[in-house]
């Protein structure tokens, strides 16, 4: 197995706008660049608390100048980055992903709504990312146990299996059973990054997790602001969580 270093950030979206959240992602892709970290995923909706407005000032383009010192982050790294972008859209702001490359180029998906009230539409844009055993399909705002994300991804060869989540406390357990069950089915391992918010009255309590392709669990969180990391070597997958302070 070629060596390859993949991290969920377990984050919580602070309340200063976009601008602040921005800097806030900088200091977890510091942390993970000095954990020598090929791919980072951000949660969910990462640029903005689940309680605030999603607004004109929240619902970027992909080109905004604002979102630059993400880009030459990934860059100066060599680190693919990923983070939870409300994308503009004449119907509102569904959840949606923006992927900045070492290359300088970016990656951009959303769930488009149908309009007949089903939220659930693989994202056509972003089925899989890189290629061979460092290839990887994020799935954005999918319920867990839909399977056609995850059955895709495994047959169009991903190697990994991302989701970036706001994943409650009422929900955590069912949601981890079905990405459990995709990586022992699909043999594919499966990363999950969840925030850690109030959540419409509750909580999403972080506990971000890694499975490898035998759907075993290689690391999980619990609940603070931290990356956890899967690194892969010959002899498997090992796991470990770092603080971000």
Partial sequence: MPPWSVAAAQYAARPGGVEENIRHHLN???????????????PENSLVCAN??????????ADSPLLQPLQQAAMRHR?????GLPHRDAQGFPAGALGFMPDGGQVSCRKPHTGAGD??????????????????????DTPSHEEALPRSAAGLGASLYAT????????????????????????MAVLMANKIEPLNGGYSPGRSAFWDERGQL?????????????????QGWQGEVVPVR
Avoid: N
């Avoid at 977890?28 to 995923?41: C, K, P, Q, Y």
């Avoid at 605030?52 to 383009?61: C, F, M, P, S, V």
């Avoid at 659930?120 to 954005?140: D, H, K, N, Q, R």
């Fill in 218 to 234: 290689v690391v999980r969180a619990e609940q603070q602001e931290l990356l956890v990391i899967g690194r892969r070597a010959p």
């Fill in 28 to 42: 977890f892709i510091e942390h993970a660049a000095r954990e020598f970290v090929d791919l980072l995923i951000f």
């Fill in 164 to 187: 970036g989540g706001f994943v409650s406390e009422a929900s955590w357990q069912h949601d981890v059973m079905y990405l459990q069950r995709w990586a022992h089915k699909y043999g």
């Fill in 119 to 140: 939220w659930f539409t693989p994202c056509p844009e972003m089925p899989v990312i890189g290629s061979g055993e460092y290839s990887f399909a994020l799935a954005v």
């Fill in 79 to 83: 680190m693919t980055v990923v983070v």
């Fill in 52 to 61: 605030e407005q999603i607004d004109d000032g929240a619902g970027l383009a």
